[in-house]
């Protein structure tokens, strides 16, 4: 057993940024939803329009859930057929798969501020609660960038470090 994983047995490493995003994001669900409940059995009536805000929510905790995926190294990958190729070449199937998730969140966000410029400038509303429809959208090119750059700092970490016995996935410190 080395120093550093008797380290981390002893004292585990702070939470991440998206990991405390994600339970606050989780906490206002959870309030929302709980909150419509409570209203729809004793009133009778449902606040429709808390849906708008939920939905919202979840596209965060999306973002905010795939870039810790990506820091701990525990996205969805398929490495049957990387298992099959010779040694060296895991090393370009990783940079490949790194180029391609970070052009895919690269076009989210581009594409996500052109959406959220074009509600803003023709003033669009949501439909239930009337409030500037960008509200919700900014946070799509926003959290885009910053997965994108989570991606960047993922991979400078892994270049710069000695690389691992093949086993993917790390504990909750990745910072």
């Known amino acids: 057993m080395s120093t550093e994983s008797q380290h981390e047995d002893a004292s ?20 929302i939803t709980f909150g419509n409940v409570l209203a729809r059995y004793f009133t009778s009536q449902s606040f429709a329009a808390t849906e708008e805000f939920s939905i919202a929510l979840l ?3 999306s973002f905010l859930g795939s870039s810790a995926a990506f820091a ?12 099959k190729l010779p040694s060296a070449w895991h090393t ?15 076009f989210i966000a581009f594409y996500a501020g052109k ?3 074009d ?12 409030v500037p429809q960008w509200w919700y959208t900014v946070w799509m090119p926003v959290l885009a960038v ?10 400078m970490r892994k270049r710069s470090s000695p690389p691992e016995s093949g086993v993917h996935g790390g504990g909750r410190g990745v910072q």
């Not at 585990?12 to 309030?31: H, K």
């Not at 509600?119 to 009337?130: C, I, K, N, V, W």
């Not at 910053?146 to 991979?155: G, K, P, Q, S």
């Open 92 to 106: 370009a199937a990783d940079w490949l798969s790194f180029a391609v998730t970070a052009s895919l969140f690269a």
């Open 12 to 31: 585990p490493a702070p939470y991440t940024v998206e990991q405390i995003l994600s339970g606050i994001v989780m906490g206002l669900i959870v309030l």
């Open 59 to 61: 596209i965060v905790l």
């Open 115 to 117: 959406l959220t410029w």
């Open 146 to 155: 910053a997965l994108v750059l989570r991606l960047v700092l993922t991979r």
């Open 119 to 130: 509600q803003y400038r023709f003033e669009e509303t949501s439909p239930a609660l009337g």
């Open 72 to 83: 701990f190294d525990r996205h969805i990958r398929v490495d049957f057929f990387v298992r």
